[in-house]
């Protein structure tokens, strides 16, 4: 196939040369790209950006990952590792962009690597970035069900026991049976309710900065315990795992890398929105920017209020206790966590939404196996991948029950999480490179000269990411219960992916229609 072949146009108006606007043009794109129309495109701009701004939840991400940074290196580590991570993520969201909005369907990443690489390796190229892409996607949903479970345990345990004892135990089965609930939820809600889940995110995006601006008021108003010095704030680092400074440091992105690692997740919502070629790259860019800002208005006002870290350090959950140490009484500090509870809660629909999706376009290809039941679109519901749903909430279940063996299972799925999406990002970008961007040359969304250095930025994140969390937060002790399991959990991941492309895909795949 020729580079000419490769460079798929959007549909045009006339001689203008401009896309065409409107579904109609939006389903011809996709009837070119080899696809059928099977979705309602119910989604306008403004809501896909905000169910972009949803799947990252800013604050909650950055909430319920608040250990890391705190043993990575303290106040520089919480506030510069965000701002360091979120210019990184605008690159990467900008790169994903691009190539967008030249291939915008529900494949996302998996689709756009066929298309781009040549034709002797393209196969196995998508096959590896399909599959990254799936785990990616199901294992951010579990993180995010489980983080929220985690962070509900916490929020309750602000109410003490006379003995000064939080109030729920927080068992292993206890916890189990919290995630449990929590996804039958999110799934329930996203299979029976599609078409109001783009009023739910448009809530959700007030409800965050009323709940955000109400917490930075009252936890620096009330400041009980004090309030620290601007210089302390944005200056003091304090490594606390045990790793030389510098790396403790990167090890501690994970805070910020795990929040923002939901950016190319919203690529698989292309078959629900209007006008994909345009509205989807510039959700990505525009929603990492407002989730900079969301996150900086979030954490600074908390490390203005900090307790001693090397009491934090001990719990899983630090901030409904920084919360609590702030205002200085159960009842307000649970009020004031309410909104990020929320806002967890549909980010764990949003999540569950498009991880079906992604699912369901890997499965048309044929590249899961019973892939005849996971493509189906149930039309009596709205037109959802119910299957698809369905499948990834059982592998979730399973994965949930690692927790019994270790408490480290948080740290497994949000770190294999963001391996496996970032790598997945990665591969189209820099097949695209490898291409001299001559296919996104055509784009409606093209950054020209600046892409280039986006691109680079964004393979050398990657090239960073995949080994830096696979390894412990905290060392030299490193036991069943420390350890990180991301790289257990990543290669048994791939090994499937191998072993099925052994027995079946390399005789029988053929990868997406050309």
């Given at each position: 196939?020729?580079?000419?072949?490769?460079?798929?146009?959007?549909?045009?108006?006339?001689?203008?040369?401009?896309?065409?606007?409107?579904?109609?043009?939006?389903?011809?794109?996709?009837?070119?790209?080899?696809?059928?129309?099977?979705?309602?495109?119910?989604?306008?701009?403004?809501?896909?950006?905000?169910?972009?701004?949803?799947?990252?939840?800013?604050?909650?991400?950055?909430?319920?990952?608040?250990?890391?940074?705190?043993?990575?290196?303290?106040?520089?580590?919480?506030?510069?590792?965000?701002?360091?991570?979120?210019?990184?993520?605008?690159?990467?969201?900008?790169?994903?962009?691009?190539?967008?909005?030249?291939?915008?369907?529900?494949?996302?990443?998996?689709?756009?690597?066929?298309?781009?690489?040549?034709?002797?390796?393209?196969?196995?190229?998508?096959?590896?970035?399909?599959?990254?892409?799936?785990?990616?996607?199901?294992?951010?949903?579990?993180?995010?069900?489980?983080?929220?479970?985690?962070?509900?345990?916490?929020?309750?345990?602000?109410?003490?026991?006379?003995?000064?004892?939080?109030?729920?135990?927080?068992?292993?089965?206890?916890?189990?049976?919290?995630?449990?609930?929590?996804?039958?939820?999110?799934?329930?809600?996203?299979?029976?309710?599609?078409?109001?889940?783009?009023?739910?995110?448009?809530?959700?995006?007030?409800?965050?900065?009323?709940?955000?601006?109400?917490?930075?008021?009252?936890?620096?108003?009330?400041?009980?315990?004090?309030?620290?010095?601007?210089?302390?704030?944005?200056?003091?680092?304090?490594?606390?795992?045990?790793?030389?400074?510098?790396?403790?440091?990167?090890?501690?992105?994970?805070?910020?890398?795990?929040?923002?690692?939901?950016?190319?997740?919203?690529?698989?919502?292309?078959?629900?929105?209007?006008?994909?070629?345009?509205?989807?790259?510039?959700?990505?860019?525009?929603?990492?920017?407002?989730?900079?800002?969301?996150?900086?208005?979030?954490?600074?006002?908390?490390?203005?209020?900090?307790?001693?870290?090397?009491?934090?350090?001990?719990?899983?959950?630090?901030?409904?206790?920084?919360?609590?140490?702030?205002?200085?009484?159960?009842?307000?500090?649970?009020?004031?966590?309410?909104?990020?509870?929320?806002?967890?809660?549909?980010?764990?629909?949003?999540?569950?939404?498009?991880?079906?999706?992604?699912?369901?376009?890997?499965?048309?290809?044929?590249?899961?196996?019973?892939?005849?039941?996971?493509?189906?679109?149930?039309?009596?519901?709205?037109?959802?991948?119910?299957?698809?749903?369905?499948?990834?909430?059982?592998?979730?279940?399973?994965?949930?029950?690692?927790?019994?063996?270790?408490?480290?299972?948080?740290?497994?799925?949000?770190?294999?999480?963001?391996?496996?999406?970032?790598?997945?990002?990665?591969?189209?970008?820099?097949?695209?490179?490898?291409?001299?961007?001559?296919?996104?040359?055509?784009?409606?969304?093209?950054?020209?000269?600046?892409?280039?250095?986006?691109?680079?930025?964004?393979?050398?994140?990657?090239?960073?990411?995949?080994?830096?969390?696979?390894?412990?937060?905290?060392?030299?002790?490193?036991?069943?219960?420390?350890?990180?399991?991301a790289s257990v959990v990543f290669v048994g991941f791939v090994a499937i992916s191998a072993g099925w492309y052994v027995a079946w895909g390399r005789k029988n795949y053929v990868g997406p229609p050309k």
């Open positions: 196939m020729t580079d000419t072949d490769l460079k798929k146009p959007v549909t045009t108006n006339g001689e203008s040369g401009r896309p065409e606007s409107g579904e109609h043009a939006a389903d011809q794109m996709l009837v070119s790209l080899g696809y059928a129309p099977e979705m309602q495109r119910n989604r306008s701009t403004l809501q896909v950006a905000f169910m972009s701004f949803v799947l990252a939840a800013i604050p909650y991400g950055l909430a319920t990952t608040m250990y890391y940074p705190l043993v990575g290196g303290g106040p520089v580590n919480i506030i510069w590792g965000w701002v360091a991570v979120s210019l990184i993520i605008i690159c990467v969201a900008a790169s994903l962009g691009e190539i967008t909005s030249v291939y915008p369907t529900a494949g996302g990443v998996y689709y756009q690597t066929f298309m781009l690489a040549s034709p002797e390796w393209r196969r196995l190229a998508a096959w590896t970035c399909g599959w990254l892409y799936v785990v990616g996607n199901v294992t951010i949903t579990l993180a995010v069900n489980f983080g929220t479970t985690l962070f509900l345990v916490g929020c309750i345990n602000v109410f003490e026991t006379a003995d000064g004892e939080g109030v729920l135990a927080g068992e292993p089965y206890q916890v189990f049976l919290i995630f449990l609930g929590l996804t039958l939820l999110c799934n329930a809600i996203s299979s029976l309710g599609n078409k109001w889940l783009p009023i739910l995110d448009t809530f959700a995006i007030f409800w965050t900065f009323a709940g955000v601006l109400a917490l930075m008021v009252c936890v620096l108003a009330i400041a009980k315990n004090g309030r620290h010095d601007a210089k302390w704030v944005f200056g003091h680092f304090e490594a606390n795992s045990g790793w030389t400074p510098g790396w403790s440091f990167v090890v501690g992105l994970l805070h910020a890398a795990y929040a923002t690692s939901s950016t190319g997740m919203i690529i698989s919502m292309c078959e629900e929105v209007q006008a994909p070629a345009t509205q989807v790259p510039k959700a990505m860019v525009l929603t990492v920017c407002l989730n900079t800002i969301a996150g900086l208005m979030f954490m600074i006002p908390l490390v203005f209020v900090l307790p001693d870290i090397q009491d934090l350090i001990l719990l899983a959950q630090p901030v409904p206790t920084i919360v609590k140490s702030a205002v200085g009484n159960s009842g307000g500090a649970f009020g004031l966590l309410i909104p990020l509870l929320v806002l967890a809660m549909i980010c764990g629909i949003g999540c569950t939404t498009a991880t079906s999706r992604c699912i369901y376009a890997f499965a048309r290809d044929g590249a899961i196996p019973g892939s005849k039941w996971w493509k189906v679109i149930d039309h009596r519901l709205d037109d959802v991948p119910l299957n698809a749903m369905m499948l990834s909430m059982v592998v979730q279940i399973i994965l949930g029950a690692i927790y019994f063996g270790s408490s480290a299972a948080f740290n497994a799925f949000s770190g294999v999480g963001v391996i496996a999406l970032t790598a997945s990002y990665a591969m189209p970008i820099i097949v695209s490179m490898l291409n001299g961007r001559r296919v996104v040359s055509t784009a409606s969304f093209y950054l020209g000269s600046f892409g280039w250095f986006c691109n680079i930025v964004a393979t050398a994140w990657s090239l960073l990411a995949i080994p830096l969390f696979c390894m412990p937060s905290t060392v030299p002790v490193v036991d069943p219960t420390t350890m990180n399991y």
